[in-house]
């Protein structure tokens, strides 16, 4: 339904009712709607929620807002339950954004105010889970009204309910052609909005002096002074961002077609790489999962192949200890399989993969290593692209793990006995100071060492890496802690490595990445020593902690705003 004639016939239909709602003076809309749940009789109170949801867009009083706070609560804390969408709360919701955006001066009248963001948030609860419902959102005209807020007609507040809500209509075969009739335009207003959101809300609210109260009163509930609606503000800042991306993530998913839209701006492309979500929104992949749907295909490859931003974003990624580290992954190797883009990432992408090739399970993902190994060794036989880093990869993976295989049980504990022998002798060079006599033992002992033996290995890596750490070889270090992590059981679980290349990556500056592995070092740390001491509270080291502090003021949302990095921060 056209937006035009949803304010048409609203107009018409507000004059015919008009004395209807002066018959009602006596009762408000708050006492309408809980006389009507309270009907024992599920026919009887259908029928009443029907008959308060046909005449609430067309009564003026000031309970309204507190009959929307109701709904609001109702949806979140019930999605699925359909009596009050199909009583007619959706239509409901879609004819009161309509007249908030028709009529102004209603608007401004009592806490109308409020109304336009508690209804576009329930249309978004009520679709998330249930694919009729959304059918049911788009039949009552909610789209082009929800778009209307998204190109920010009102504010910021309004845009981030409706970005979710769209994304959920989108997300289902059934409805999202009633989004993608706006295609175009609305993957434009999203990657707008996922870049310029976090700005916006700083210099708009973060930064103000004059803040609007009824932002204020719906980031927090009306309880909390400024510091906690800034909290609130950061996390709704990079909820905005995410919903944005996840509208783009839909689009690209469901047509591939709109990979060159997304695509053509390499701009774009390389603000996605800061679009981490933060430590406020770790649940959502934000920038890396729309970059591992723009892999599937040839458009989004070579355009992110062509930005060297992204392949290092990456590569960065692949190497941490961040919960879409696998995500990384599968972009480099989508991207390292497709011979087109190879060639644009092999140079980028080898040091990084390489220390990833005996990770065994990641998660729920397993033989990941060995998929790796395949990637960087498709093209093994062509002499002309063969480099040190790929000859060391196949004599590791292939021939030297083949001549273990061929010997016996005695000769491999012999070679092991060795590399004990030699790592004890570092450690002892370590402990004197003599550091790289140590690191070059280290090294012999890996050699020496079994593949199949990885915790001893695991170990050796791990020791290598504290030395490259008192050497200032960051880049080693990180390689050698990252290959200690990869033998770990399960994948970057081994304190001390964590912890070492945590350093190391404070050392290169990259804060985000030092985070990640800091805060996986406590949570290791502290749950081994409450098994151990049997107590429920663990202090955290101050080591630690002063490295999570600065980190976290390095990376915070807005780090980039008040930087002037990028809009994204």
Known sequence: MA????????????????????????????????????????????AALTTFFNTMPYTIDESQVLVMSSLWSMAMTNPTNPELPFSGALHCMSLLINKSLSQPSWLLLHQNIYIPYYAAHIIGSYTIKSSSLAELAVDAGAVPLLLELLRGRLSWVEQRVAARALGHLASYDSTFHAVALHGEEVINLAMKISTSCLKTVYTEFILSEDRKKYHCDLLTRGLGGKEMEDRKAEEWASQLQCWSLYLLSCFAFKDKGC????????????????????????ESPAGVGLMRILCRSSVGREAMAGCPEVVLSLCNLSRSSDDWQYMGIDCL??????????????????????????????GTRYNVGS??????????????????????????????????????EEELVKRWSLGEAKKKEGNERFYSGEIEEALLLYTQALELCPLKRRKERMIM????????????????????ATRALCLSSPANSHCKSLWRRSQAYD???????????????????????????????????????????KQMNAVGLFAGVVTGEGDDG
């Not at 020791?463 to 050698?480: F, G």
């Open 507 to 549: 050392m290169k500056g990259m804060a985000k990445e030092s985070l990640m592995d800091c805060i996986m070092f406590v949570n290791l740390l502290v749950g081994e020593n409450r098994e151990k001491k049997k107590r429920k509270v663990i202090k955290v080291p101050y080591y630690a902690a002063r490295m999570i502090n």
């Open 3 to 46: 937006l035009n004639t949803i304010i048409i016939n609203t107009t018409t239909t507000t004059t015919t009712n008009n004395n209807n709602n002066k018959e009602d003076k006596e009762l408000n809309s708050i006492t309408h709607f809980f006389c009507a749940m309270k009907q024992q009789s599920p026919r009887r109170r259908r």
């Open 259 to 282: 990979h060159y839209l997304i695509c053509r701006e390499l701009g774009f492309l390389r603000e996605l790489c800061r679009m981490w979500g933060g430590m406020v929104n770790g």
């Open 461 to 480: 890596y791990s020791n290598r890496a504290q030395c490259c750490l008192l050497l200032q070889d960051a880049d080693k270090a990180v390689s050698d």
């Open 371 to 408: 998929t790796i190994t395949k990637a960087l060794l498709m093209d093994y036989h062509d002499h002309d692209k063969i480099n040190s880093v790929v000859y060391r990869l196949w004599e590791l993976k292939v021939e030297r793990k083949r001549r273990e295989g061929m010997m016996v």
């Open 333 to 362: 190797v989508l991207l390292l399989k497709d011979l087109k883009t190879r060639i644009k990432v092999m140079n980028m992408a080898l040091d990084c993969l390489v220390d990833l090739v005996e990770l065994k399970n990641l």
